[in-house]
């Protein structure tokens, strides 16, 4: 089993900053790679970055040049650095780990980022 915790999310006004952590126990060695979600009221959730076990990374269009996804394997965290947000930002945000290849993959309980303009 894996347990992921989230903090980090707030209320901040359009061009700040916020860092996301999350913070995974458990079978951490099954783990082949983690990523953030978001999901707003009316949408469906959506991939905003993922990180494999070899460091390779990804990113929603959206967010290219403004969100970073690092790790730090020594604490087992994953962050996510968001940068110079937008209210369009604004939702509820979940880590997600995902295990070997029908291992399964397990989620957090999800932090809230609002953005006001």
């Known amino acids: 089993q894996v347990q992921l915790v989230e903090s980090g999310g707030d209320l901040v006004q359009a061009g700040g900053s916020l860092r996301l952590s999350c913070a995974a126990s458990?079978?951490?060695?099954?783990?082949?790679?983690m990523g953030w979600y978001r999901q707003a009221p009316g949408k469906q959730r959506e991939l905003v970055a993922a990180?494999?076990?070899?460091?390779?990374?990804n990113y929603a269009d959206s967010v290219k040049g403004r969100f970073t996804i690092s790790r730090d394997n020594a604490k087992n965290t994953v962050y996510l650095q968001m940068n110079s947000l937008k209210p369009e930002d604004t939702a509820v945000y979940y880590c997600?780990?995902?295990?070997?290849?029908?291992?399964?993959?397990?989620w957090g309980q999800g932090t809230q980022v609002t953005v006001s303009s």
């Open positions: 458990g079978s951490i060695f099954s783990i082949m790679s």
């Open positions: 990180i494999t076990s070899r460091g390779n990374t």
């Open positions: 997600h780990a995902q295990l070997g290849y029908l291992r399964g993959d397990y």
